[in-house]
């Protein structure tokens, strides 16, 4: 289905999203792959996604993504939901499948990918310690009990929000441990020492004047036998403080431009049944980053 110009049109919708780089990757692979079709930022006010999706329909959008705060409040008004995205609990993707609107999640793959292809590491029988409990913390230890990882150590701010990833992940998946904790209170550096993956999913680091989320000296020195890999899905700046501290100490580390544009080869996946052009995304990606500091 096309619009009349010939175009077909994907997007993202959500509050705010003129920030989005998402478009830059997109339309880079339609390019590259010479499909006609634009992605382009909608940005809806809060609680009209119902009326918005209905309008979407008629449209003839062919797919679109969705972000903050439609992750969740688009699910009743799917015909399918991937079992993925009910497990995070968030839709990031929504395709068609014949008549079918389908929401899926793209995020957990971006993650794994990157961390895989980016970071050479396989998560599974390994402890690996994760910071945050919002949005992006659910994916992320999705993704990890979804490669049988060993152990998570699970720590947030607030506790609860930590306990409630716990319970609902463990119904899932009872090959794992989760031990959570509160950053303010739980003994950091043990969990780091005893992790080989330690993962970033807080906003903490976005701002300049954000204070460290632990003491530099929680970061062990590196041997070549005891590298770990230290994962910040932060990607503006490029290396944050938790990176940086790990970087000094001779760690891997990785931000999170790679999910990032993991994700989105993903979506362009589910969309057009076509290979996404990974390295063009992430060389167009780059670009539009590095312009972005610039300015
Ligand atoms: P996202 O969807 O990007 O994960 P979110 O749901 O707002 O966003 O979650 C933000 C995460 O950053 C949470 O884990 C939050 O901790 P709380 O659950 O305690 O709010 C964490 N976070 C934000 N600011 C923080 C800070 N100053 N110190 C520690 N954690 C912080």
């Known amino acids: 289905m096309k619009k009349k110009n010939g175009f077909q049109i994907y997007g993202l919708f959500g509050y705010p999203v003129s920030h989005s780089l998402s478009p830059i990757i997109q339309e880079c692979a339609f390019n590259r792959k010479k499909i006609l079709a634009h992605y382009l930022l909608f940005e809806i006010t809060p609680l009209s996604i119902e009326k918005t999706f209905k309008k979407i329909k008629k449209e003839s959008i062919m797919g679109f993504n969705l972000t903050v705060p439609y992750k969740e409040t688009i699910m009743p008004f ?22 079918k609107w389908v929401g ?47 152990k998570v150590f699970l720590l947030n701010r607030t506790l609860n929000r930590a306990q409630q990833i716990k319970e609902k992940m463990l119904k899932h998946f009872q090959n794992s441990e989760i031990e959570i904790g509160c950053i303010d209170t739980f003994d950091i550096a043990k969990a780091i020492a005893e992790s080989s993956l330690i993962v970033n999913t807080t906003s903490v680091g976005l701002k300049k004047a954000d204070s460290k989320l632990f ?22 700046p490029k290396e944050t403080h938790f990176l940086k501290a790990a970087k000094k100490k ?6 999170g431009a790679g999910m990032l544009v993991y994700q989105g080869a ?27 500091r610039e300015m």
Request: proline share 3%.
């Open 78 to 99: 799917l015909e399918e939901v991937s079992r993925e995205a009910q497990l995070i609990g968030a839709v990031n993707t929504v395709y068609r499948k014949g008549r």
């Open 104 to 150: 899926g999640n793209t995020d957990a793959h971006g993650f794994l990918t990157a961390l895989k292809e980016d970071g050479n590491y396989s998560p599974a029988e390994k402890t690996v310690c994760v910071f945050g409990s919002g949005g992006a913390a659910k994916a992320v230890v999705y993704a990890l009990l979804s490669q049988r990882v060993k």
């Open 215 to 236: 003491p530099d000296s929680a970061v062990p020195q590196a041997s070549s036998r005891s590298k770990k890999v230290f994962y910040d899905l932060i990607y503006f």
């Open 250 to 255: 001779g760690h891997l580390i990785l931000n």
């Open 266 to 292: 993903k979506a362009f996946e589910l969309w057009t049944k076509q290979t996404a052009p990974v390295e063009e995304m992430k060389r167009a990606f780059d670009q539009a980053l590095e312009m972005r």
